[in-house]
């Protein structure tokens, strides 16, 4: 564990010297000392590079850090001073978008020809636009009345697919042991899929309503949210006789915020702006399992 802040840049590529010395001339203008670090990076099919910063930065600051390594087609990552990775024990992670390449109930909605009405409402969602989830849910699923239960599994079959890396995150996490966790506000019968293909320990998410072979528009019991997320988290936590802070969280959306605030280590996975902005990490370039150099 550091007693300092950490940057971790992270890259398909080599790491350029460019990156290195706009990092470092940025630091100067804030009056901050930043001192590239000489470590061995564990064995990855991605490239990485360390700097020990002097003093913590303001969410501005970050933000401009971000951009100056897209320039240099690099990911950035800011491992607080708190943040021991041979502490962390849970990896909870979102499915939509996150883990996989598509919003589910999006999907379902083009084979009635209601795509577009329910990708607005979804957007403005994940945005942080419509603050009330729950509500926003329930106005999606209400357009799917009528729907043949069918349509799922072709859903499944012939658009999911899992995201670049997350097949080796969850086999790299199961093999050290972390409890994963697959939280989601999409719907059960992806989540169980997943969790059978790609060895998820616990998975939760919204159960649709089907009568006769048909989705009613309607979820049976409580809607799975930003807050249920974080407290199914907290109680996987509490199983691993650990602290919130030895997690890793993984989202895309706003209704991911709740679950990332307070963990050891939240990564953005090409996500909304105003997730971006508050988590540790950004991935836009790399795959999800660029999240285990950042845990070695």
């Known amino acids: 564990m550091s007693k300092h802040l950490i940057l971790v840049a992270i890259a398909n590529t080599p790491i350029t010297s460019q990156l290195n010395s706009a990092l470092t001339a940025y630091a100067n203008v804030l009056g901050i000392e930043l001192i590239k670090e000489s470590y061995e990076a ?85 945005r942080g636009e419509i ?5 926003s849910l329930r106005r999606r699923v209400a357009l799917l009345e009528g729907v043949s ?10 658009r999911l697919r899992p995201n670049p890396g997350a097949v080796e995150l969850l086999a790299g996490a199961n093999a050290r042991g972390l409890y994963t966790l697959l939280v989601s506000g999409g719907f059960t019968f992806f989540t169980q899929k997943l969790q059978q293909e790609l060895g998820f320990m616990q998975t939760q998410a919204n159960t649709l309503e089907i009568i006769d072979g048909k989705l009613t528009g309607k979820v049976i019991g409580e809607i799975v949210d930003g807050a249920a997320k974080n407290v199914y988290l907290e109680q996987a936590c509490k199983l691993m006789n650990c602290q919130k802070i030895n997690s890793i969280t993984m ?34 370039r790399v795959g999800l399992d660029a999240a285990l150099l950042l845990t070695a």
């Open 42 to 126: 564990p064995q990855s099919k991605y490239s990485s590079a360390r700097w020990t910063c002097s003093h913590s930065l303001l969410p501005e600051a970050r933000v401009a850090m971000h951009d100056i390594a897209a320039a240099h087609d690099a990911d950035l990552a800011f491992l607080s001073p708190g943040f021991n990775s041979s502490d962390v024990k849970v990896l909870a992670m979102d499915m939509d978008s996150t883990l996989i390449n598509i919003e589910c109930i999006d999907e379902i909605a083009d084979f009635t020809g209601k795509k577009a009405a329910v990708s607005e409402i979804t957007e403005a969602t994940m």
């Open 131 to 135: 603050k009330d989830f729950k509500e």
């Open 149 to 158: 239960a069918d349509v799922l599994e072709s859903v499944y079959r012939e």
């Open 251 to 284: 989202g895309d959306g706003s209704n991911d915020l709740p679950m990332m605030h307070g963990s050891g280590l939240s990564i953005a996975y090409k996500a909304k702006p105003i997730v971006k902005e508050k988590a540790d990490a950004a991935f836009d």
